[in-house]
C-alpha cells in the first residue's frame, strides 16, 4: 500500500502544477494533511481506508482541542481537494468527504485604521532606523503597502527590475502566479526612488568588498529566500506601530491591505477596480468592504448627528 506521506506528495504537486496553488497555500495543505493522517495512523487507518465518519469524528477533535474555526474550515478543504484528487486518479472509488459541511468562516469584518492612523505609520517610518539607509526601505515598504495594497509576500518578495526606471505602475505576482498591475502615487515613486539609491549603493560597495553578487530583490534578506521575510517586516511594522502611538495589536501588513480599500472605497472608487487593484478572484472578497464602510457611517451618523439618541444605539 503506498503511504500517505507519498499521496500527500502526489496531491501537492499536482495542485501546484494545474491550480497553481501558492507556495503558502500548499505549505498550509501539507500541514493540515500531515496532521490528518497521523490522526488516522493512531487508529490503524490510511487516506485509502478512512470513511465520511472517520473524518466527521476527525473534525470533533479538532475543534475539542480548540482549533480555531477559520483553521477547521481549512483543513476540511484540504482535505476534499485530496479526495477529489484521490477520486479522479483512482485510487478511492468514491469520495467519503462529499457530504460534509464545515463550520463556515467568521463573518467578522476586517480591521482597518483611520487616515490619521495610517499618516502617522508613514512618518514614524520616516524616522524609526538606524541609518539613512533602514530609514529609506522602512519608508519605501510602508508607502509601497499603503498605495497598493499588496500582500505582504508579495511586497517583501517584490523584484528589484520591477522598480526600475521610476515607474507609473508596478507588475505584482500574486496568488496562483496571476499578474496584475498596480499604479503608483507620487508619494510612493518618490519613496522607492530614495530607496533603491540608497540601496544600490550598499549593493555596489558590497560587491567591491566582498565580491558579493547584487540581489535581485527590491528588499534584499540573508535568509534562504533572498529577500526579507514576512516575519521580519510583521516584527518590524509593529514597532512602527508603537512609536506612531497605535497599539501594536491593531497594526499588520493585512490591515494596511484592508486600509487601503477602505480608503480607496470611501472616497468613491468602483468596487471592480478596487477588486483588480487588490488581486481578488471572486469580487464577493472584495464586497466585505462595503459592509466596513456601511459600518462606519453609522457609526459616524450616530455619533456626531444632533438628532441621534444615545439609546438607539
Not at 507588475?171 to 515613486?189: E, F, T, Y
Request: hydrophobic letters at 45%.
Amino acid at each position: 500500500m503506498i503511504p500517505d506521506r507519498d499521496r500527500i506528495s502526489a496531491f501537492l504537486e499536482a495542485a501546484a502544477a494545474e491550480s497553481g496553488a501558492a507556495r503558502n497555500t500548499l505549505l498550509a495543505y501539507g500541514r493540515d494533511l500531515d496532521d490528518f493522517s497521523g490522526w488516522l495512523a493512531a487508529r490503524g487507518l490510511g487516506f485509502a481506508t478512512a470513511a465520511q465518519g472517520d473524518i466527521e469524528a476527525y473534525l470533533i477533535a479538532c475543534e475539542a482541542s480548540g482549533l480555531a474555526r477559520a483553521t477547521r474550515a481549512r483543513r476540511l478543504s484540504a482535505i476534499r481537494q485530496l479526495y477529489r484528487f484521490a477520486y479522479d486518479e483512482g485510487w478511492r472509488s468514491d469520495n467519503p468527504s462529499l457530504r460534509l459541511s464545515g463550520p463556515g468562516r467568521s463573518k467578522a469584518l476586517p480591521k482597518t485604521l483611520s487616515l490619521p492612523e495610517v499618516e502617522a505609520l508613514l512618518a514614524g517610518a520616516r524616522a524609526q532606523g538606524r541609518s539613512d539607509a533602514d530609514r529609506a526601505r522602512n519608508t519605501c515598504l510602508m508607502e509601497l503597502l499603503y498605495a497598493t495594497g499588496m500582500r505582504v509576500s508579495e511586497l517583501v518578495g517584490l523584484p528589484v527590475a520591477a522598480a526600475r526606471g521610476d515607474p507609473r505602475m508596478l507588475l505584482v505576482r500574486g496568488k496562483g502566479s496571476k499578474d496584475r498591475m498596480v499604479p503608483l502615487s507620487p508619494s510612493a515613486r518618490a519613496a522607492l526612488s530614495a530607496w533603491l539609491a540608497l540601496r544600490d549603493a550598499e549593493d555596489e560597495a558590497a560587491r567591491i568588498t566582498r565580491k558579493a553578487v547584487p540581489s535581485k530583490f527590491l528588499f534584499p534578506g540573508t535568509g534562504a529566500t533572498g529577500h526579507m521575510t514576512r516575519q521580519q517586516f510583521f516584527l518590524q511594522i509593529k514597532a512602527l506601530a508603537l512609536s506612531a502611538g497605535i497599539a501594536p495589536a491593531r497594526v499588520s501588513p493585512h490591515v494596511l491591505r484592508h486600509a487601503f480599500a477602505t480608503h480607496l472605497l470611501a472616497g468613491g472608487a468602483d468596487l471592480r477596480a478596487i477588486q483588480m487593484l487588490l488581486g481578488h478572484a471572486d469580487l464577493s472578497t472584495t464586497e466585505i468592504y462595503t459592509h466596513v464602510l456601511d459600518a462606519r457611517l453609522r457609526d459616524l451618523v450616530l455619533e456626531h448627528h444632533p438628532l441621534a439618541r444615545k439609546d438607539d444605539r
